[in-house]
């Protein structure tokens, strides 16, 4: 009895303690998935929809590849649009944005939707 006992309570404790590394492992992801996040919001919010955009159609979604380093500038490398006039838009308007309080990121895809109410 004592046996199963201390074989039960090993179980659990390697369980536990497994548990644990496998959260403490996680958090860096998550950190790093929430940082986007949060850029990829601010990012939007400080780019308006411009006068030229006059109706909601798929050619006034912007795809861009970017990344913000440890000063807040956000670095393009690669943006797609079928509107070429709104992809130069959001291309100039990313080079010159400075994201506040901003965590550098790894490259990551953003997606912007203009659309007219």
């Not at 500038?73 to 070429?84: C, D, G, R, T, Y």
Request: charged residues 25%.
């Amino acid at each position: 009895m004592k046996k199963t006992f201390k074989t039960t309570a090993f179980i659990i404790g390697y369980f536990i303690l497994m548990s644990t590394f496998g959260i403490i492992a996680a958090v860096p992801g998550n950190v790093e998935k929430v940082a986007k996040e949060n850029v990829r919001r601010e990012i939007i919010r400080n780019i308006t929809c411009p006068e030229f955009v006059t109706e909601n159609t798929e050619a006034n979604d912007v795809k861009a590849l970017v990344s913000v380093d440890e000063n807040g500038n956000v670095n393009l490398f690669e943006i797609n649009s079928a509107n070429p006039e709104l992809k130069n838009y959001v291309a100039n308007t990313l080079k010159e944005m400075k994201i506040k309080n901003a965590v550098p990121t790894e490259k990551f895809v953003l997606v912007v939707k203009f659309r007219v109410a």
